[in-house]
């Protein structure tokens, strides 16, 4: 009988990592201490390992992705877009960015549960604007570590959710954007959000009184276009907000000028139900206010001189008022930094202020269709003419629509088109032909109805 040949030794190297025994792999690993590349090779397999059981998403976070989904219409998801991408047969984190979830999600953090294993957690929920239809499901809310949030550009209707457990946004949430679709309803209170920096529910259908939220870090507030109406609530404790927008809506009242944050860079309430004075000591109270536009309100009084004192406001719009005459600053206008005013249709009369050709950065002014009277002052012409220097010249300079009288001063005789957009069309102007560009536009008006305004008028 031949010998029995002895069995050949097995490899540890040929055992798969996981199923390989502690005590085995112990040995191993001692074994391969004097093999430094092949110990380097095996330390990577198993951080490999390691990392792809840690990439599987939260099944509550999968949960809430779901609802959002089921709450859709599934006639409003057409194929190519986001949604349509996502097949819940497999890991939403783990397939991110590949053929399926294509888009829409992003999954930035990780978290244990209480048994030591490690998920994704959705970070980022943006969809692309094709008109998803339905409501905005509330689950949305249960996802703790959402940061940000972009439904905007779509059909979603019914109200914003807010009832329990969404009793307070996600702590991480910085960013909402709902603009431009079909919610309505009142706007919800969340308590304890504190790091909501951007809110945007701008071109929607949200109705009744605006609450004031309790959002700390908020930087950026759009309100517009909807049918949001009374009072604007008490802003003071939002304490960073620098962006206001509340325009096209129905709000009423004075000008909240006790109710504004000292913050505010930019705000607009244009297209409102605004009546009474505009207080200069409520422009005063916001020091970093750089626009301003409160058009087509109801407010009335005078322009106050504080607007053009103030330190930081570059652009002021009070257009469609009724605003009866300007003050004039107490410098004269030569300290203002305004590039762009508009006072527009309003009650305005009396003469062309003059300190308003010595605002030395000013570029843009409008102030046709108001009861204007008198020459043109000389800086106005200097300035649309581009003569003179220590200021900038007016590339925009709208006098229509008033009573001005006397001959075109000379230094906008020689005036070419594209030089400076200027308007002098429908006043009392003596031989203002319409071959000259800035009297096209509209005849000047007949003598009698010039006379009857101001009989001072030649």
């Known amino acids: 009988m031949p010998p ?5 030794a097995t490899s540890s190297l040929t055992t798969p990592a996981s199923s390989m025994p502690l005590n085995s792999l112990t040995t191993t690993m001692r074994k391969l201490s004097s093999c430094p590349l092949l110990l380097l090779l095996l330390l990577l397999l198993l951080l ?11 099944p509550g976070d999968i949960a809430a992705l779901k609802s959002v989904v089921a709450a859709l ?3 409003s998801i ?42 994704s957690r959705v970070t980022d929920i943006s969809l692309d604007s094709v008109g998803y239809s339905g409501p905005l499901s509330l689950s949305i809310w249960s996802l703790p570590f959402l940061e940000s949030l972009d439904i905007s550009n779509n059909r979603l209707y019914g109200p914003i959710p807010s009832s329990p457990p969404a009793s307070s946004l996600p702590p991480l949430l910085r960013r909402i954007s709902l603009s431009r679709n079909s919610l309505s309803g009142p706007i919800p209170s969340f308590p304890n959000s504190p790091s909501l920096e951007e809110l945007y529910l701008d071109g929607n259908r949200l109705s009744g009184p605006f609450i004031s939220p ?31 927008d509340a325009s096209d809506n129905s709000f009423s009242g004075p000008f909240p000028s006790a109710s504004l944050p000292s913050s ?16 200069g000591q409520a422009l005063a109270s916001l020091p970093t206010l750089q626009v301003l536009d409160l058009s087509h309100n109801a407010l009335s009084g005078p322009v106050p001189a504080a607007a053009f004192d103030h330190t930081a406001l570059e652009q002021l719009s009070l257009a469609g008022n009724a605003f009866e005459w300007v003050e004039e600053p107490a410098e004269g206008g030569t300290g203002s930094i305004m590039v762009a005013l508009d006072l527009s249709h309003n009650k305005l009369s009396g003469l062309l202020p003059e300190f308003i050709g010595s605002m030395p950065r000013l570029t843009a002014v409008v102030l046709e269709y108001n009861q204007f009277t008198g020459l043109i002052p000389a800086q106005y012409a200097m300035r649309a003419a581009g003569f003179g220097t220590g200021w900038v010249a007016f590339g925009r300079l709208l006098l229509g629509g008033n009573y001005l009288y006397g001959p075109i001063p000379g230094m906008m005789q020689g005036m070419k088109e594209g030089t400076a957009v ?28 010039c006379r009857d305004f101001d009989p001072m008028i030649p």
């Not at 991110?96 to 999600?105: D, K, N, V």
């Open 4 to 8: 029995r040949p002895e069995p050949r």
């Open 48 to 58: 490999l390992l390691s990392t792809e059981a840690e990439s599987n998403t939260f």
């Open 73 to 75: 219409d599934p006639a």
């Open 78 to 119: 057409p194929p190519g877009s986001c949604l349509a991408s996502w097949d819940f047969n497999l890991d939403p984190c783990l397939s991110a960015f590949g053929p399926y979830f294509t888009c829409g999600l992003r999954c930035d953090a990780t978290s244990s549960d209480a048994t030591g294993l490690n998920f």
């Open 214 to 244: 309790s959002f700390p870090s908020l930087r950026r507030l759009d309100l517009q276009s909807n049918n949001l109406s009374g009072s604007l609530p008490d802003l003071r404790p939002l304490s960073n907000l620098n962006f206001l």
């Open 264 to 279: 505010l860079f930019e705000l607009s309430m244009r297209n409102n139900h605004l009546t009474g004075n505009l207080p």
């Open 422 to 449: 200027v308007s002098l069309a429908d006043n009392c102007l003596f031989r203002c032909p319409e071959y000259l560009f800035f009297c096209a536009g509209g005849e000047q008006k007949p003598t009698s109805i």
